[in-house]
DNA sequence: AACGGATCGTTGGATATCCTACCATCCCCG
DNA sequence: CGGGGATGGTAGGATATCCAACGATCCGTT
């Protein structure tokens, strides 16, 4: 749900080799592109790896209904059942129209219930169904894949710094 | 030019707490959201770390004109004068049609010219205009001073280290 | 009991992305 | 020299994002 689909599309095929070399190869006789400063600075390189990792568990995926952005919509349901649309919005980091037509389509597709609480008819209680509980469970198999993949090039000992960084990136950067 | 343009929108505004707590505050009653293993998977805390990074980059630059996505096209325009649409589609990380409707409007504003060298008359040499390194001047604060916030978030220290990390993502995830 | 402010979720619109197909151009090979 | 494959860039279409505004509903205050 953060990109387009093109990882939808692209993942019939085994992964492309990547879109992009830091220190660019050019046609033979030319020169590489120069990046200038973008390639030490901190705010190219998250953007490049982000998507990286993004096409590379895409890819593992495979299918539209997998795609990245439903695995954390239906991970979040999973550990929240009865969740609201704001509130599952608010943990997924996205807005809550963004939600509307992904929720619909997971609806349809059978992998979620929406009710309306009695007490609230404004609202939805979101849950997962069986079917949803046994694709996601299918898409945690990809996820812990595609961790691991990602474990192994930041270093099993400095994962636990990198998080911390990423995290303190995420409080922190804003303020 | 890699997300969408509510940057650009709500630039004029003070920059907003952050989106997302990862532990989630809830209502005053209301247990916080769980986010079951999303809250330690690599994948989900890269994109939350990236658009956090560019949101805080475009609250710095603030103007339409002076999009992060757009930085980066001027700050390779100027480090290879005379590129083409496609290598710098390439050196950027985006499709080469991303970059069609981003040129055309860089040259209405003034930034860069487009010119068609008589050896090639498919391409366009790319270069910067008086008023396009002006622009990329002011950016360059901008993005020196958010390089400088993110740097602080990884520490100094550690910068190198997180830099081979996101290199390493970046090179060798899609393998 | 009624009103006004707030909230939930949806819709419409705008923006940004990529993919595919196409046209114009280039270049290499037979 | 000509033809065919490749390349540069564009257009159309699909997808995903967010913002603002709206209708329905909730709730607190008077």
């Given at each position: 749900?953060?990109?387009?689909?093109?990882?939808?599309?692209r993942?019939a095929?085994?992964p492309?080799?990547?879109r992009?070399?830091?220190?660019?190869?050019?046609?033979?006789?030319?020169?590489?592109?120069?990046?200038?400063?973008?390639?030490?600075?901190?705010?190219?390189?998250l953007?490049?790896?982000?998507?990286?990792?993004?096409?590379?568990?895409?890819?593992?995926?495979g299918?539209?209904?997998?795609r990245?952005?439903?695995?954390?919509?239906?991970?979040?349901?999973?550990?929240?059942?009865?969740?609201?649309?704001?509130?599952?919005?608010?943990?997924?980091?996205r807005?809550?129209?963004?939600?509307?037509?992904?929720l619909?389509?997971?609806?349809?597709r059978g992998?979620?219930?929406r009710?309306r609480?009695?007490?609230?008819?404004?609202?939805?209680?979101?849950t997962?169904?069986e079917?949803?509980?046994?694709?996601?469970?299918?898409?945690?198999?990809?996820?812990?894949?595609?961790?691991a993949?990602?474990?192994?090039?930041?270093?099993p000992?400095?994962?636990?710094?990198f998080?911390?960084?990423?995290?303190?990136?995420?409080?922190?950067?804003?303020?």
């Amino acid at each position: 749900m953060s990109q387009p689909a093109r990882k939808a599309r692209r993942m019939a095929e085994a992964p492309a080799a990547p879109r992009l070399a830091l220190a660019h190869e050019a046609p033979a006789g030319q020169l590489p592109v120069q990046l200038g400063p973008l390639g030490v600075q901190l705010g190219f390189l998250l953007r490049l790896a982000q998507e990286a990792a993004f096409d590379a568990f895409a890819a593992r995926t495979g299918q539209a209904a997998l795609r990245p952005g439903r695995y954390s919509i239906l991970v979040i349901i999973a550990a929240n059942p009865g969740i609201s649309q704001t509130a599952l919005g608010a943990a997924a980091g996205r807005d809550k129209s963004t939600l509307t037509p992904a929720l619909a389509d997971l609806e349809r597709r059978g992998l979620i219930r929406r009710d309306r609480p009695p007490q609230d008819r404004r609202s939805y209680a979101l849950t997962l169904t069986e079917v949803g509980r046994q694709v996601l469970e299918g898409l945690r198999h990809h996820a812990a894949a595609h961790d691991a993949a990602l474990e192994a090039l930041v270093g099993p000992a400095d994962r636990a710094a990198f998080v911390a960084v990423l995290r303190r990136i995420i409080q922190g950067i804003g303020a």
